[in-house]
């Protein structure tokens, strides 16, 4: 087992990524990888850094310093544009969403079907087509939707929430990101979200998963990364009898619990 | 079109999980609420100052009216591209001023008419383009931006023709205020084009469809990796050859070009436009509905005026008006917080 890892490929890596908002050094030398089909877990109290990790790693913010290597190339994202054409969804902590356009606009947004000449100010959209393909992305979630024209803002949190899911699935990404996917989610549906990630997990795409739940986490991760203050606190392995009481220590204080046996 | 129930949108997700149900409009009833309210109190105003004076429901003065609504309305139509972004533009009745005065000052000099025409709507282009690059470049609030841009691009006025008209003899020129096609008035044909263009622009294309995801969450648009400032910045470049082209239009029909021209009117252009249905906050709104609402403005001035009604009330009512459509936009939205 430890030995496939080894020789795996990861799918994406960052080393010695440093990420400074003014006097402040919200990332300081963080390194880690992900293999593909691999579910990681990225933990850490408030304010340790994992959301501008995670914006490092699809575009939004540049580092400062570090470098990312996604499918064994050096990348340079100068935007969440950049990341999303080589393969990196990501699902925001507050989706993300334009509200006052329907679900078919949403999901097709800045990658909208379309003929027509070089400019997008002359170019025509196809909004049957898109409306089609939206459909049918929709019913690989297993929900069969009609009317792809309702407004998001019509729509409920957990509703929105399947939107946001469904536009990171819809362009088949290799990496999926979900920043604190299950926080507007009601019980019934964290557990449909634990499905989905499974399943996405079987066909060999890897996801990262931004959690306060350590319940969930430890339901799907393969590994959990956890931050602590800018910096990487440690990596802990579910499977091998990690527990989450090590998670907290970590998150809390920065180092792995001495134990109190001894 | 059949009703969907809510069963037969969604089947469930797991457990109980049903998306919401659909609503299902009928393409041929694209009219909202707002806009069938509008055509409601458009007849009513028409039938009100028919019966009141023999001389309203006259063809003349209905060309009249569409006359005097085109000017305006084109402008409405590029201030409803910008509002529609997100953003705001007061310096239009000051690019109509100057778009006239620099077409009229060309024209005098004897420059050829459509040469003419061309720079006084690429004034308004290059207005609406710094406008747009002080706004995104430099992160200065529109109102900010686009008052200071109005004070200074009036005050040229002022100075480049020392407070003087320009008085126009070209008949070319001037029949694009005055002229007829099958009976007609031609701005009212300008009109018509100006507003099926950025009807398609808005609702057909890909540029269209930014400009609404820009006004609903700018933020969220950077997120899916759209260059909101290029696109923000075509808005600008609309509004202001949309505005210069109205100013043209105003100066060939008033057959002179005065600094003052078109003073206040970026006040009338805006209350069309909200009362209109476009959210000042931005990401909701259509062109149909700011040319409804000139429409409603354009007849009632010209009702008032048929009447006699004193003309210093009007700009009392117009302001009611503007107060009115602002109070149904806030309470739509939730108010200003």
């Given at each position: 087992m430890t030995f496939a890892q080894v020789v795996e490929k990861p799918l994406i890596e960052v080393r010695d990524i440093c990420k400074n908002f003014g006097a402040v050094q919200a990332l300081q030398n963080i390194n880690f990888r992900v293999l593909p089909g691999e579910?990681?877990?990225?933990?850490?109290?408030?304010?340790?850094?994992?959301?501008?990790?995670?914006?490092?790693?699809?575009?939004?913010?540049?580092?400062?310093?570090?470098?990312?290597f996604f499918e064994g190339q050096h990348v340079h994202f100068e935007s969440p544009l950049d990341s999303r054409k080589k393969g990196i969804e990501m699902i925001y902590q507050d989706f993300a969403l334009i509200e006052c356009l329907d679900i078919t606009s949403n999901i097709f947004l800045g990658k909208e079907r379309t003929f027509g000449l070089f400019s997008p100010l002359l170019r025509?959209?196809?909004?049957?087509?898109?409306?089609?393909?939206?459909?049918?992305?929709?019913?690989?979630?297993?929900?069969?939707?009609?009317?792809?024209?309702?407004?998001?803002?019509?729509?409920?949190?957990?509703?929105?929430?399947?939107?946001?899911?469904?536009?990171?699935?819809?362009?088949?990404?290799?990496?999926?990101?979900?920043?604190?996917?299950?926080?507007?989610?009601?019980?019934?549906?964290?557990?449909?979200?634990?499905?989905?990630?499974?399943?996405?997990?079987?066909?060999?795409?890897?996801?990262?998963?931004?959690s306060h739940r350590l319940e969930d986490i430890f339901a799907v991760a393969d590994?959990?990364?956890v931050l602590w203050r800018g910096q990487k606190a440690g990596e802990i392995i579910p499977r091998e009898g990690a527990t989450m009481e090590d998670v907290v220590h970590l998150m809390m204080f920065g180092n792995r619990a001495q134990s109190t046996k001894e | 079109m059949k009703e969907i129930t809510r069963d037969q949108v969604a089947k469930p997700l797991a457990n109980e999980e049903v998306i919401v149900e659909g609503r299902v409009k009928s393409i041929l009833w694209r009219l909202n609420f707002r806009d069938f309210a509008m055509i409601v109190i458009l007849v009513g105003l028409s039938i009100f100052f028919t019966v009141q004076s023999p001389h309203f429901f006259k063809m003349?003065?209905?060309?009249?009216?569409?006359?005097?609504?085109?000017?305006?309305?084109?402008?409405?139509?590029?201030?409803?591209?910008?509002?529609?972004?997100?953003?705001?533009?007061?310096?239009?009745?000051?690019?109509?001023?100057?778009?006239?005065?620099?077409?009229?000052?060309?024209?005098?000099?004897?420059?050829?008419?459509?040469?003419?025409?061309?720079?006084?709507?690429?004034?308004?282009?290059?207005?609406?383009?710094?406008?747009?690059?002080?706004?995104?470049?430099?992160?200065?609030?529109?109102?900010?931006?686009?008052?200071?841009?109005?004070?200074?691009?009036?005050?040229?006025?002022?100075?480049?023709?020392?407070?003087?008209?320009?008085?126009?003899?070209?008949?070319?020129?001037?029949?694009?205020?005055f002229g007829k096609i099958y009976g007609i008035p031609k701005?009212?044909?300008?009109?018509?084009?100006?507003?099926?263009?950025?009807?398609?622009?808005?609702?057909?294309?890909?540029?269209?469809?930014?400009?609404?995801?820009?006004?609903?969450?700018?933020?969220?648009?950077?997120?899916?990796?759209?260059?909101?400032?290029?696109?923000?910045?075509?808005?600008?470049?609309?509004?202001?050859?949309?505005?210069?082209?109205?100013?043209?239009?105003?100066?060939?029909?008033v057959g002179t070009a005065i600094p003052t021209a078109a003073l206040g009117s970026e006040l009338v252009v805006i209350s069309a436009?909200?009362?209109?249905?476009?959210?000042?906050?931005?990401?909701?709104?259509?062109?149909?509905?700011?040319?409804?609402?000139?429409?409603?403005?354009?007849?009632?001035?010209?009702?008032?005026?048929?009447?006699?009604?004193?003309?210093?009330w009007h700009q009392i009512i117009r302001g009611f008006i503007l107060l009115l459509a602002v109070l149904i936009d806030a309470a739509r939205t939730g108010g200003y917080k």
């Open positions: 579910v990681l877990g990225l933990v850490g109290d408030n304010g340790a850094g994992k959301s501008t990790l995670v914006k490092v790693l699809n575009g939004a913010y540049k580092p400062d310093k570090g470098e990312v025509f959209l196809l909004r049957r087509q898109m409306d089609d393909e939206a459909k049918k992305t929709f019913k690989d979630l297993g929900i069969q939707l009609e009317n792809m024209r309702i407004k998001v803002k019509e729509l409920s949190g957990g509703e929105r929430q399947l939107v946001a899911i469904a536009r990171g699935m819809h362009f088949q990404p290799k990496l999926f990101i979900m920043d604190e996917p299950t926080a507007n989610l009601s019980v019934g549906k964290i557990e449909t979200l634990l499905t989905l990630e499974r399943d996405l997990k079987s066909r060999g795409v890897s996801i990262i998963i931004i590994r959990i990364v | 003349g003065n209905l060309l009249d009216i569409a006359r005097s609504a085109a000017i305006n309305g084109i402008v409405a139509a590029g201030e409803t591209v910008v509002l529609i972004s997100g953003g705001f533009d007061l310096s239009i009745s000051s690019v109509m001023a100057a778009s006239g005065s620099i077409t009229a000052a060309l024209i005098h000099a004897h420059v050829s008419t459509y040469l003419a025409v061309f720079v006084g709507l690429s004034f308004g282009a290059m207005v609406g383009f710094i406008n747009g690059i002080i706004i995104t470049k430099m992160r200065i609030n529109p109102l900010i931006t686009t008052l200071a841009t109005m004070a200074i691009i009036r005050g040229t006025c002022y100075v480049a023709s020392n407070g003087l008209s320009i008085g126009i003899g070209d008949e070319t020129f001037r029949s694009f205020g701005p009212a044909i300008m009109l018509i084009i100006v507003y099926a263009i950025l009807y398609i622009l808005l609702h057909y294309t890909q540029f269209g469809r930014y400009v609404y995801a820009i006004g609903g969450n700018a933020n969220s648009c950077r997120l899916c990796g759209l260059n909101i400032d290029r696109w923000r910045l075509i808005t600008y470049i609309l509004c202001g050859i949309c505005s210069a082209f109205g100013g043209i239009l105003l100066t060939a029909l436009v909200i009362l209109g249905g476009t959210s000042l906050a931005g990401g909701e709104g259509s062109v149909m509905g700011t040319l409804l609402a000139m429409a409603l403005l354009s007849t009632l001035t010209n009702g008032m005026t048929i009447l006699s009604f004193p003309v210093y």
